[in-house]
């Protein structure tokens, strides 16, 4: 907070320069403003209450520089902008039109904070609801201020867009579908026909706003009964924002009750020749939605993008496969109350299993596809040195992942007796163990082992040979795996040019100087400070320290202690102190003539 007031001083310079008063009346470029002040305030990483705080220290910088105040600290008095006062000279300031707007943003700002604290907190939606009238009615305020003659057309045009905008938003809170519609169209016609009355530069902004409101109006025609709306908004998760911030929510919500009255009408699915009822919904509403997200993967623009789907095709499979696993506690307590004991594996439990190859199957593409990207990413050049860049490691990690999931299909429940679909998966373990030795190799080159790399590169041609004499039978299972020829034409000319490196290698590398044998019987504790090549240190009995080790001389301790001396009576040497404490002349006199010895 302080750092906003602190750059404040420095923005407002730029924003005067926008608020000048033209040749042709006053104007303003209301949505600049906006979108630069949203920009440098918070709403880059949403942060409503941070521009909020800086729309009121905007609203009192400007009544105090305009000399505009409602009162004083000891009493309120309301002063509204009126389109009079914009017709006196005395007003004729564009700052005046500058107030209403960002008595609007305030609201507006404050009614999207309440929006994200009402996922958690029900009741301030009711609050929500009222600011964004407010911010509502705060524009049509500007909207009939720019009515006054002395405004020029640019200015009036771009305040009923944000009034037509600000409406949009209220009714479609409300659920008012064709009244948000047609708000959201008329803000939409405003700014493509502004657009193109400008030059391209100044256009870029006005077609940003219109693709924000777009998806607005998509989800106003599909709840009103469009039904081509709904194709135009599965085609925005290909996005990599889903939508929008205010549309992400609203647009999953949407997906999945679209799926849930598609779901009334699907009753059962058949996969390995079995055909299994499907009575959970959430089961059916997954599974009819299998598709599309296949689908939507599949013509993804980008990996960041595909690996977002992917994750939201996992969450859904989990959160699915929990709904059967409770019903399958529940069958499994009927069961032992009526005693049933039955070889046969039921259909809920198979149904299970579906389940669980479609998430472990997800899995492997989704690591698969993690793998093709480090894999394009090691063959560039490196750039930056002090960044650190995919290594042949990372990749190992993801084919482990991915060996772990396929092991796992091949234990899943019902499908033990079912031969093809063992000798499916064990090929797919194949394929990629072959890839995942390759990568280990890959890791030894560049640590310079090249008998190591050399053994792995043809355990690699091995597994390779083996997979395409066993995929004769099996061709259909080949379909979604990598090419293992392409592997084995890469693994061939790796092979040659770890030759060429192991030779080079050898002849660069300088002779290394004869170890000085130990000939003398020093142990190995003795001699630490130098090294000296020493063959009994690796036989079974190495000379590490003496043994036995030399006595030493220690202090003994005491077998008897003199406790007499507690118990001696020392002679009186009262006489002594008495000739010592004698004094005065005569004392004095007697000692020079030794009289006193």
Request: hydrophobic fraction near 35%; aromatic fraction near 8%.
């Amino acid at each position: 907070m302080a750092l906003d007031k602190q750059n404040e001083g420095k923005i407002l310079p730029m924003d005067e320069n926008k608020e000048n008063t033209t040749e042709d009346g006053i104007g303003l470029e209301i949505l600049q403003i906006i979108k630069d002040s949203q920009q440098q305030h918070g709403l880059r990483h949403g942060d409503y209450q941070r521009y909020r705080g800086y729309c009121s220290r905007r609203l009192r910088r400007l009544r105090k520089t305009l000399g505009f105040k409602c009162g004083n600290r000891h009493k309120f008095t309301g002063k509204k902008v009126t389109v009079e006062m914009l017709s006196d000279n005395r007003y004729s300031d564009n700052r005046y039109l500058l107030l209403v707007l960002m008595e609007a943003e305030r609201a507006w700002s404050y009614s999207m904070q309440l929006k994200q604290e009402a996922n958690t907190e029900p009741r301030k939606r009711f609050h929500l609801l009222s600011r964004l009238r407010k911010a509502a009615k705060h524009g049509e305020r500007l909207e009939k201020l720019c009515e006054s003659p002395r405004v020029d057309a640019k200015t009036k045009l771009e305040a009923q867009a944000y009034t037509s905008y600000l409406s949009g938003m209220v009714r479609f809170e409300l659920q008012e579908w064709k009244d948000a519609m047609e708000a959201f169209n008329k803000c939409k016609t405003i700014y493509e026909k502004l657009a193109s009355a400008f030059t391209e530069e100044l256009a870029v902004l006005y077609h940003q706003r219109v693709e924000e409101i777009s998806p607005n109006i998509r989800y106003c025609a599909y709840n009103i009964g469009d039904q081509n709306a709904m194709n135009e908004l599965m085609q925005m998760r290909l996005s990599a924002g889903g939508g929008g911030g205010m549309m992400a929510e609203k647009l999953e919500a949407l997906i999945t009750q679209t799926r849930a009255k598609q779901a009334a009408t699907m009753s059962e699915v058949e996969w390995r020749g079995r055909t299994v009822p499907v009575k959970i919904d959430k089961a059916r509403i997954f599974l009819l939605g299998l598709g599309d997200n296949e689908a939507a993967i599949a013509q993804a623009a980008n990996e960041e993008t595909k690996e977002r789907l992917y994750e939201t095709l996992l969450a859904e499979c989990r959160d699915t496969i929990q709904a059967v696993r409770e019903e399958l506690k529940t069958e499994a307590k009927q069961r032992e109350r009526s005693d049933e004991a039955s070889g046969k594996v039921s259909n809920l439990q198979f149904l299970h299993s579906y389940l669980t190859y479609i998430k472990l199957w997800t899995v492997v593409k989704r690591n698969e596809s993690m793998a093709h990207m480090l894999q394009a990413k090691l063959k560039e050049p490196q750039t930056d040195e002090n960044k650190r860049g995919p290594r042949p490691q990372d990749l190992i990690r993801l084919y482990d992942i991915i060996l772990q999931s396929l092991a796992e299909l091949s234990t899943l429940q019902g499908l033990e007796e079912d031969h093809t679909f063992q000798k499916e998966v064990a090929l797919k373990m194949l394929v990629y163990k072959a890839y995942r030795c390759f990568f280990i190799a890959q890791s030894y080159v560049l640590v310079k082992k090249w008998s190591e790399a050399l053994v792995l590169y043809e355990r690699v041609l091995k597994y390779a040979k083996e997979v395409q004499s066993k995929a004769k039978s099996l061709n259909n299972s080949l379909k979604d795996l990598p090419d293992v020829q392409e592997l084995i034409t890469e693994v061939n000319a790796e092979k040659y040019s770890l030759q060429a490196a192991a030779i080079l290698d050898t002849e660069d590398a300088p002779e290394a100087p004869s170890q000085q044998k130990v000939k003398d019987n020093t142990p190995l504790c003795e001699r630490l400070e130098t090294f000296h090549l020493d063959p009994t240190l690796v036989g079974k009995q190495p000379n590490l320290v003496q043994f036995p080790p030399d006595f030493q001389p220690i202090p003994c301790k005491p077998l008897f202690f003199d406790l007499a001396l507690n118990h001696v009576a020392f002679p009186p040497l009262d006489d002594k102190v008495e000739q010592k404490g004698k004094g005065g002349l005569t004392g004095y006199i007697k000692g020079i003539f030794g009289f006193g010895s």
